[in-house]
T-cell receptor, first 112, second 111 residues
Framework: QKEVEQDPGPLSVPEGAIVSLNCTYS??????FMWYRQYSRKGPELLMY????GNKEDGRFTAQVDKSSKYISLFIRDSQPSDSATYLC????????????FGAGTILRVKS | EPEVTQTPSHQVTQMGQEVILRCVPI?????FYWYRQILGQKVEFLVS????????KSEIFDDQFSVERPDGSNFTLKIRSTKLEDSAMYFC?????????FGPGTRLTVT
């Protein structure tokens, strides 16, 4: 079983749609959960991070963590063509200086 | 806004040659990392570095790899004898806490 699983997509949606991106993980020791956005041949850009279970909102983005199900989600409201990118989930055991374990990334295409 | 920078953006080298990839982390960050991403695959952790020593390394980070912080600003990754399978994007990252900020990457092509 992979440590972090993420559907690679691609996920194609019309502009203005609500997008749901998800990851599952197997290691219950993960405490910190992050979402990165990566444009083609660029470095990952941190979008959001959450600690333990619960929701966190930042503008059009909402991150959700359900530790009991080992499932995390990123919701994008009112999606825009500029949101077209690969979205990577990442997880860490500790807060300081710890490696990130990434999912494979989901390709998102928002059509105008 | 401060950012992580990396040089060169693209490096082509022959198998068996040594390469050094350079990174300038964000200035007040204390933790430094190298990751790599083979084309079409996930981002993989290589090594983390804190207080002038390696704090963690992956199985990928074998004796052919080394890291160094030669001065107060640069952080380097050296591959002693490159192999074809070392071809990948190499990302440097830095953090002061959980938030790791990535550089734009160096594309390494080994021929």
């Amino acid at each position: 079983q992979k440590e972090v699983e993420q559907d690679p997509g691609p996920l194609s949606v019309p502009e203005g749609a609500i997008v749901s991106l998800n990851c599952t993980y197997s290691n219950s020791a993960f405490q910190y959960f992050m979402w990165y956005r990566q444009y083609s041949r660029k470095g990952p850009e941190l979008l959001m991070y959450t600690y333990s279970s619960g929701n966190k909102e930042d503008g059009r983005f909402t991150a959700q963590v359900d530790k009991s199900s080992k499932y995390i989600s990123l919701f994008i409201r009112d999606s825009q063509p500029s949101d077209s990118a690969t979205y990577l989930c990442a997880m860490s055991l500790m807060e300081y200086g710890n490696k990130l374990v990434f999912g494979a990334g989901t390709i998102l295409r928002v059509k105008s | 806004e401060p950012e992580v920078t990396q040089t060169p953006s693209h490096q082509v080298t022959q198998m068996g040659q040594e390469v050094i990839l350079r990174c300038v982390p964000i200035s007040n960050h204390l933790y430094f990392y190298w990751y790599r991403q083979i084309l079409g695959q996930k981002v993989e952790f290589l090594v983390s570095f804190y207080n002038n020593e390696i704090s963690e390394k992956s199985e990928i980070f074998d004796d052919q790899f080394s890291v160094e912080r030669p001065d107060g600003s640069n952080f380097t990754l050296k591959i002693r004898s490159t192999k074809l399978e070392d071809s990948a994007m190499y990302f440097c990252a830095s953090s002061e806490n959980i938030k790791q900020y990535f550089g734009p990457g160096t594309r390494l092509t080994v021929t």
